[in-house]
């Protein structure tokens, strides 16, 4: 996954969902003392009506046919669109069921029902009623309960599945686990929040899509608008443990962690020192690895393979290559390169050209191409 990444505020020229999105106008109902042959909405340009035989006009009728229809750029602004309403309800149901946890007085929302995309829930029927699911549920549960965060928050566990709805994908990136510094994960593999620092290993997608579609270099991570063109942005783990602190009594000579310490603080008065800080677990990678996650994914990739055709997925580095055993190449077209992080983007990954060979396999079926210009 990405490297690490401390957040700052920084300019951004994403739009957020609310301000992509807009709700249509009502149309006005008819009257009792209106015509029944009035139509009802009012064009912006001049009002219609339905004409009779006897008024035809065919110089009107010949504009109207001679009309140009919309641009392709149109209509994936409506499809975007469309996406965006649906991402926008799935957040909004998710955020009211944890509140509502919240005010119940738990500590946590089941992770069952964190999952509300309706493609999704009948793409993987009873999937997280599996043993294995199980298990998974109780671990994140008991996580959630205790005093270590989880990132991403519980309500974008699912981010990448309500953004990205079955029926919608056409491409499919795979990540590794979330970023694990405070702020940064938004459940989309690699993407972060507007305003956050830009991870090393996303910087280096931007080079390269910038190489290879002359698109500049954005100012910020968010990565939503390829999800909602139907860019799966799938991590194999879906949620990482944050930081854990521990203060310990110099007589305290037994230490129970659950990670990797990364340092001990010491405080000193005169001689003598006064208090002990251990901090473990601070922003450890794949913390949450082989709790269940992999198998979820796993069925995820394999169910997009079975139901679907001429997906196109990008695999990058070893552990994403790895997945490729779930794919069935006959039916989708798979893409290969180094991991984008600094220590191995020079060792295959730019170069690749995957920007632009998704979207010439995404032409060759007759579907629209991604816009990766953020």
Not at 102 to 111: C, H, Q, S, T
Not at 261 to 274: A, E, K, T
Request: glycine content about 8%; overall charge positive; hydrophobic content about 40%.
């Amino acid at each position: 996954m990405g490297d690490k990444g401390e957040g700052q505020k920084m300019a951004s020229s994403a739009k957020n969902l609310d301000e992509l999105f807009h709700a249509a106008k009502r149309l006005r109902p008819l009257s009792p003392s209106e015509p029944p042959d009035a139509l009802i909405p009012h064009s912006p340009v001049s009002p219609l009506r339905k004409a009779s035989p006897a008024r035809r006009d065919p110089a009107s009728e010949s504009a109207a046919a001679a009309a140009p229809s919309l641009t392709p750029k149109q209509k994936q602004r409506i499809e975007i669109n469309k996406a965006l309403a649906r991402s926008k309800r799935n957040l909004r149901i998710c955020r009211e069921r944890v509140e509502k946890a919240k005010a119940e007085g738990m500590d946590y929302v089941k992770l069952e029902e964190l999952l509300v995309e309706e493609s999704w829930l009948e793409a993987l029927p009873g999937e997280l009623q599996k043993p294995y699911a199980k298990n998974l549920c109780r671990f994140v549960e008991r996580e959630a309960r205790g005093n270590v965060p989880i990132y991403p928050p519980p309500y974008l566990i699912f981010n990448a599945l309500h953004l990205t709805p079955f029926d919608q994908v056409k491409v499919v990136i795979i990540g590794q686990d979330p970023y694990h510094g405070p702020g940064q994960a938004m459940g989309l593999a690699f993407s972060v929040p507007d305003g956050v620092k830009i991870p090393s290993s996303l910087v280096n997608i931007f080079k390269e899509v910038k190489e290879d579609l002359g698109h500049s270099v954005p100012l910020h991570g968010n990565l939503e608008r390829w999800a909602v063109q139907g860019v799966l942005l799938l991590n194999a783990v879906l949620t990482v443990c944050g930081i854990c602190y521990i203060n310990l009594v110099t007589d305290d000579v037994k230490l129970k962690f659950y990670g990797v310490i990364i340092f001990l603080q010491f405080g000193f008065v005169g001689r003598r020192i006064w208090d002990w800080s251990q901090v473990i677990r601070n922003h450890q990678a794949n913390s949450h690895a082989k709790k269940g996650w992999e198998p979820f994914t796993d069925a995820i990739i394999r169910t997009i393979s079975q139901k679907k055709s001429g997906v196109v997925f990008l695999l990058w580095g070893n552990s994403a290559q790895e997945k490729s055993r779930l794919i069935d190449g006959s039916k989708h077209r798979i893409l290969r390169a180094a991991h984008p992080s600094g220590l191995s983007a020079n060792r295959g990954f730019f170069g690749c050209r995957h920007f632009s060979g998704t979207n010439r396999a995404l032409e060759k079926l007759g579907l629209s191409p991604i816009d990766w210009k953020l």
